[in-house]
């Protein structure tokens, strides 16, 4: 089974030129300012542009406002809007007619019970995002990219309800097994690929994608 990539919160050219030229299908551009991921327009309408025509650029907002939202569609011309806050079925569709984008909303999980709840996002998002809840306790823990995974059997049994993404502490020596653990048909890359917060390592991105799309 060969897995699609998205290499998240992305900030240099050489970085995105890693994840191009490796082949992932989705670049994420951040603008959630406590982020050491956050990118600015001006930075993020290049990488955007850069990446047109090759993989579909991803804007990642944490329950934003209509400005935000207003200011990052008509600058950048995101291919797709991801939501990563605590944003309800509601604002997510409202997002997604708003937009005119499909819309990937983000689950935090920690046990099946968040999996299920998920559920409810089915017909406001496009796309499910199964991504890590923040370690309790944890006050300086960002809505995602904390570099730790959830329990994937968790997942037993999702991908026969709708299209989702897998994230949550992947690394690329652990993808391969989540992937086949959980059947999810793409995963989601932050943390894993970094050797500090925030600054990408290309030959981290190129090893991650290569085990995520080798075939068993």
């Known amino acids: 089974m060969s897995v699609k990539v998205k290499i998240c919160g992305l900030r240099s ?63 950048v011309n995101p291919d797709m809007i991801q939501l990563h806050g605590s944003e309800p079925p509601e604002r997510v569709a409202e997002i997604r007619e708003r937009t005119g984008r499909p819309v990937m909303k983000a689950i935090k999980v920690a046990t099946r019970d968040d999996v299920e709840a998920g559920e409810e996002y089915r017909a406001a998002a496009d796309i499910i995002l199964y991504d890590a809840k923040a370690p309790e ?12 995974p959830f329990d994937w059997q968790t997942l037993a049994g999702v991908k026969k309800s709708g299209k989702f993404m897998l994230s949550g502490g992947l690394d690329p020596d652990n993808v391969r097994t989540a992937a086949e653990l959980t059947g999810a048909g793409v995963v989601d890359v932050s943390s894993g690929v970094e050797r500090a917060p925030g600054e990408k390592d290309p030959a981290l991105i190129r090893r991650f994608i290569a085990a995520a799309k080798a075939k068993k």
């Open 13 to 75: 050219m050489q970085a995105l030129d890693a994840a191009l030229d490796a082949g992932a299908v989705y670049i994420g551009l951040v603008f959630y300012g406590p982020s050491p991921r956050n990118v600015d327009i001006e930075t993020a309408q290049k990488l955007a542009a850069r990446a047109r025509g090759r993989a579909l650029s991803v804007a990642l907002l944490v329950d934003p406002d209509d400005s935000q939202i207003d200011a990052v569609s008509q600058a």
């Open 137 to 148: 306790g944890e006050a300086l823990a960002l809505p995602g990219g904390n570099g730790v």
